[in-house]
């Protein structure tokens, strides 16, 4: 196995595990050396970046029983394992994905980099002798984009552990004759899940085995990581920092995604009506850059209920409706007098690191959450910063932020149609 | 239509049921995949109509199980779906088959007369056919093969046993379950898919169509007797167009939010038709095959041809003929 780990739990790497010096008597664990832990400890802090594939295992193997044998499988230090390992794999795929991605698109290398977790087979291989599955597949997926394109089979037993973390559904794949094909973005999805499932049964069992007393050297990691677990948020928050700049891509590990709701403009605060009709000097890049890109996604993809901190590609799947959002900004940069994007190209960069594409000046799904998606700013905000663009209407005086203004008002508008039918 | 209840379901007395287990049970119609793990499985047994209060039981032997049945006599038998290393006392669990429920008598939608509860033949065949529309899906979709038929004596069982699938949770089951029974209208692909509806969901939605009356349809929510009569009259054009994913018909008549309870309910007729909770319970007992339904004087048996299986004929035990010389 000459290649990046990214199931620490696959057979390859059960096997080197099994060779190592840490199960090779009966001490196990006990017979690991203090400068180890504290290279684990490195290890996590740089984002699992940098180790020969034997110590990466090892390393995987070291954190998780620890987790296992101190604090259990339902302890928040536990939940703080998943999502650390979660993280470093995802990284890792998104990086290997990219990789595959520079030269020609190969289904091949996209194959080899998912059998870690499956034995993944063209779809179009598998239905080779049914002309009518395949051409439904194809129809299917052509209005998506290259990486929702379902191309992959995979056997569903192997599938199942992912179906057991409740996080994804056989509805939501097309499944024939005991394969479920999928597209790139699912394999992610789907490969993440699986390894959540595999830890999860991990640590369920790695409790019940070890005895508690063997491993006092692993005091140090236990430590460190009940610190972390204590605020796991800005720790997560500082890894994924780390992690950008280790490896320059991530992918997403996503809800099921809803799509978002049509723009009812007829419905937008006065401010955002301004800056739609065009803003002068002197207010261009607030009212474009940082609230109508904010307002417009948010209004686009998540008029309500969306939480603070998430990445766009959580609600949304399809590239397109980024491209609608972007138009409609462009559009309104146009009507700036002086056109905003004209002498300030560098903008629009500014626009993509404000939806959490970060600086990369690309947008794709994967690069979702590399910047923080901003939420529109509150009204009170907005006086303080542009104040011309605040013409109070009578809805106004009722809400605090444009956003709501807007989802209020879908609530209303909802209300109203349902009362003049009764 | 009306009730052709060839059959009296009536229960069986001590004296029939001990005609039965010695002089027609045989240990061969006990399915082989029973036999083959019989020490492996749990067994329960109603002794007097009360319900499977006899539990924890194993059998070393079919012989010890023969010998039992023909001197207790029991009003039910049933064995476990799963296997233990330790059956008697349910512990160390192996695996489960997959298993789905199909009963007559709770049947969303009837044909005929009876009402909720009642089984009569009509009951009998729609379930048969609903059986046979939920294998499809199991083989065609989710590529199983070892699929048996078991007629329960009042509706129908499906067992399957291929290995990969015995092993695993009761999510899993639960998520199999909602996919088999198309009870849950799905996000994405599959809508693209197949013309609108997933290919599930249509076949079974199609049967139900067919079978609701103008009342039954009178009840739904947003449809009153007038619509109902109107769809009920073009629903053979209905029927073609939504296996086209089209519902435009529909919608004329119905408009958007009778269309909408209209499909609405289709989902509910589709998510009753199987007992979830006996899929899903990976410790579950179900009857015997080759036992006796007490309850009806049926008997539970496996089925080997499902196209040509009539219970009314296939499924009758001999003192029942004789009850009516």
Same mark, same amino acid.
């Given at each position: 196995?000459?290649? #990046?780990?990214?199931?620490?739990?696959?057979?390859?790497?059960?096997?080197?595990?099994?060779n190592?010096?840490?199960?090779?008597?009966?001490?196990?664990?006990?017979?690991?050396?203090?400068? +180890?832990?504290?290279?684990?400890?490195?290890?996590?802090?740089?984002?699992?970046? $940098?180790?020969?594939?034997?110590?990466d295992?090892?390393?995987?193997?070291?954190?998780?029983?620890?987790?296992?044998?101190?604090?259990?499988?339902?302890?928040?230090?536990?939940?703080?394992?998943? %999502?650390?390992?979660? @993280?470093?794999?995802?990284?890792?795929?998104?990086?290997?994905?990219?990789?595959?991605?520079?030269?020609?698109?190969?289904? $091949?290398?996209i194959?080899?980099?998912?059998?870690?977790?499956?034995?993944?087979?063209?779809?179009?291989?598998?239905?080779?002798?049914?002309?009518?599955?395949?051409?439904?597949?194809?129809?299917?997926?052509?209005?998506?984009?290259?990486?929702?394109?379902?191309?992959?089979?995979? +056997?569903?037993?192997?599938?199942?552990?992912?179906?057991?973390?409740?996080?994804?559904?056989?509805?939501?794949?097309?499944?024939?004759?005991? &394969?479920?094909?999928?597209?790139?973005?699912?394999?992610?999805?789907?490969?993440?899940?699986?390894? %959540?499932?595999?830890?999860?049964?991990?640590?369920?069992?790695?409790?019940?085995?070890?005895?508690?007393?063997?491993?006092?050297?692993?005091?140090?990691? #236990?430590?460190?990581?009940?610190?972390?677990a204590?605020?796991?948020?800005?720790?997560?928050?500082?890894?994924?920092?780390? @992690?950008?700049?280790?490896?320059?891509?991530?992918?997403?590990?996503?809800?099921?995604?809803?799509?978002?709701?049509?723009?009812?403009?007829?419905?937008?605060?006065?401010c955002?009506? &301004?800056?739609?009709?065009?803003?002068?000097?002197?207010?261009?890049?607030?009212?474009?850059?940082?609230?109508?890109?904010?307002?417009?996604?948010y209004?686009?993809?998540?008029?309500?209920?969306?939480?603070?901190?998430?990445?766009?590609?959580?609600?949304?799947?399809?590239?397109?409706?980024?491209?609608?959002?972007?138009?409609?900004?462009?559009?309104?940069?146009?009507?700036?007098?002086?056109?905003?994007?004209?002498?300030?190209? @560098?903008?629009? @960069?500014?626009?993509?690191? &404000?939806?959490?594409?970060?600086?990369?000046?690309?947008?794709?799904?994967?690069?979702?959450?590399?910047?923080?998606?901003?939420?529109?700013?509150?009204?009170?905000?907005?006086?303080?910063?542009?104040?011309?663009?605040?013409? +109070?209407?009578?809805?106004?005086?009722?809400?605090?932020?444009?956003?709501?203004?807007?989802?209020?008002?879908?609530?209303?508008?909802?209300?109203?149609?349902? $009362?003049?039918?009764? | 239509?009306?009730?052709?209840?060839?059959?009296?379901?009536?229960?069986?007395?001590?004296?029939?049921r001990?005609?039965?287990?010695?002089?027609?049970?045989?240990?061969?119609?006990? /399915?082989?995949?029973? *036999?083959?793990?019989?020490?492996?499985r749990?067994?329960?047994?109603?002794?007097?109509?009360?319900?499977?209060?006899?539990?924890?039981?194993?059998?070393?032997?079919?012989?010890?199980?023969?010998?039992?049945?023909q001197?207790?006599? /029991?009003?039910?038998?049933?064995?476990? !779906?799963?296997?233990?290393?330790?059956?008697?006392?349910?512990?160390?669990?192996?695996?489960?088959?997959l !298993?789905?429920?199909?009963?007559?008598?709770?049947?969303?939608?009837?044909?005929?007369?009876?009402?909720g509860?009642? =089984?009569?033949?009509?009951?009998?065949?729609?379930?048969?056919?609903? *059986?046979?529309l939920?294998?499809? =899906?199991?083989?065609?979709?989710?590529?199983?093969?070892?699929?048996?038929?078991?007629?329960?004596?009042?509706?129908?069982?499906?067992? !399957?046993?291929?290995?990969?699938?015995?092993k695993?949770?009761?999510?899993?089951?639960?998520?199999?379950?909602?996919?088999?029974?198309?009870s849950? *209208?799905?996000?994405g692909?599959?809508?693209?898919?197949?013309?609108?509806?997933?290919?599930?969901?249509?076949?079974?939605?199609?049967?139900?169509?067919?079978?609701?009356?103008?009342?039954?349809m009178?009840?739904?929510?947003?449809?009153?007797?007038?619509?109902a009569?109107?769809?009920?009259?073009?629903?053979? *054009?209905?029927?073609?167009?939504?296996?086209?994913?089209?519902?435009?018909?529909?919608?004329?008549i119905?408009?958007?939010?009778g269309?909408?309870?209209?499909?609405?309910?289709?989902?509910?007729?589709?998510?009753?038709?199987?007992?979830?909770?006996?899929?899903?319970?990976?410790?579950?007992?179900?009857?015997?095959?080759?036992?006796?339904?007490?309850?009806?004087?049926?008997?539970?048996?496996?089925?080997?041809?499902?196209?040509?299986?009539n219970p009314?004929?296939?499924? !009758?035990?001999?003192?029942?003929?004789?009850?009516?010389?």
């Open positions: 196995m000459n290649e #990046e780990v990214l199931n620490p739990f696959s057979e390859e790497a059960i096997e080197i595990i099994k190592s010096p840490l199960v090779k008597d009966r001490k196990g664990l006990s017979n690991i050396k203090k400068d +180890q832990v504290k290279k684990v400890e490195e290890w996590i802090k740089s984002g699992g970046t $940098n180790t020969a594939e034997e110590e295992i090892l390393f995987f193997s070291i954190l998780l029983a620890t987790i296992a044998l101190r604090f259990g499988s339902y302890s928040k230090e536990s939940k703080l394992a998943t %999502e650390i390992i979660k @993280m470093i794999i995802s990284g890792r795929i998104g990086k290997l994905i990219s990789e595959a991605h520079k030269n020609d698109y190969d289904e $091949n290398k194959i080899s980099i998912f059998s870690q977790f499956f034995n993944v087979v063209k779809s179009n291989e598998l239905l080779k002798n049914s002309e009518d599955n395949k051409r439904d597949l194809k129809r299917a997926s052509s209005s998506m984009s290259a990486e929702n394109r379902v191309k992959y089979g995979i +056997q569903l037993s192997e599938i199942f552990p992912a179906i057991s973390t409740r996080k994804l559904k056989l509805n939501e794949l097309l499944i024939i004759n005991g &394969h479920a094909h999928v597209s790139q973005q699912n394999l992610i999805k789907i490969s993440i899940y699986k390894l %959540e499932a595999l830890i999860t049964k991990f640590l369920d069992k790695g409790n019940k085995i070890e005895s508690k007393n063997t491993i006092p050297v692993l005091k140090p990691l #236990e430590d460190l990581i009940s610190k972390w204590s605020n796991p948020d800005e720790y997560l928050r500082n890894l994924q920092k780390k @992690m950008y700049y280790a490896v320059k891509s991530r992918t997403f590990i996503g809800k099921v995604i809803k799509g978002g709701k049509a723009l009812n403009p007829d419905l937008f605060p006065p955002i009506v &301004h800056i739609l009709d065009g803003v002068s000097s002197g207010s261009r890049n607030y009212s474009i850059t940082v609230l109508l890109t904010s307002f417009i996604s209004a686009r993809i998540a008029p309500i209920g969306s939480k603070k901190n998430s990445r766009i590609s959580e609600y949304i799947d399809d590239l397109n409706v980024i491209e609608e959002i972007l138009s409609i900004i462009y559009r309104a940069a146009g009507r700036c007098y002086p056109p905003l994007l004209d002498d300030q190209p @560098m903008e629009k @960069m500014n626009i993509l690191y &404000h939806l959490g594409f970060g600086l990369d000046g690309d947008v794709r799904l994967e690069l979702a959450g590399n910047s923080n998606w901003y939420f529109p700013p509150n009204c009170d905000k907005i006086r303080r910063e542009a104040p011309s663009l605040c013409r +109070q209407d009578k809805h106004c005086k009722r809400i605090k932020n444009p956003l709501s203004y807007y989802s209020t008002k879908i609530f209303s508008k909802k209300k109203n149609i349902k $009362n003049k039918k009764l | 239509m009306e009730c052709h209840k060839i059959v009296e379901f009536l229960k069986a007395s001590w004296e029939e001990k005609q039965y287990y010695t002089e027609e049970w045989d240990m061969t119609n006990v /399915p082989n995949f029973i *036999l083959t793990t019989l020490k492996d749990e067994f329960g047994f109603d002794h007097n109509g009360n319900g499977p209060r006899d539990r924890y039981n194993e059998f070393n032997s079919p012989q010890d199980l023969k010998n039992f049945l001197k207790r006599c /029991p009003f039910a038998t049933y064995t476990s !779906v799963s296997l233990y290393e330790n059956p008697k006392k349910r512990k160390n669990w192996i695996k489960a088959e !298993v789905f429920d199909i009963d007559a008598k709770d049947l969303p939608v009837k044909n005929c007369d009876c009402k509860g009642e =089984v009569c033949e009509s009951c009998l065949s729609d379930s048969k056919e609903l *059986l046979m939920t294998a499809d =899906v199991l083989k065609g979709d989710l590529g199983l093969k070892k699929i048996n038929f078991i007629y329960s004596g009042r509706g129908y069982h499906i067992r !399957v046993l291929d290995e990969g699938i015995m695993e949770n009761s999510v899993v089951r639960g998520e199999i379950l909602d996919y088999v029974s198309g849950v *209208l799905p996000e692909i599959q809508w693209k898919w197949n013309n609108g509806f997933p290919p599930i969901f249509k076949k079974r939605a199609k049967k139900f169509m067919k079978m609701l009356s103008e009342e039954k009178s009840e739904i929510k947003n449809i009153n007797g007038t619509k009569s109107k769809v009920k009259e073009k629903m053979d *054009l209905i029927i073609r167009e939504f296996e086209n994913g089209d519902l435009s018909t529909l919608k004329k119905l408009k958007s939010k269309t909408e309870s209209f499909l609405e309910n289709l989902r509910m007729y589709n998510a009753s038709i199987l007992d979830g909770k006996v899929t899903i319970d990976v410790k579950r007992i179900l009857r015997l095959p080759s036992s006796l339904h007490s309850a009806v004087s049926m008997k539970c048996m496996e089925v080997k041809k499902i196209e040509k299986f009314l004929k296939d499924a !009758v035990p001999k003192f029942v003929k004789e009850r009516n010389i």
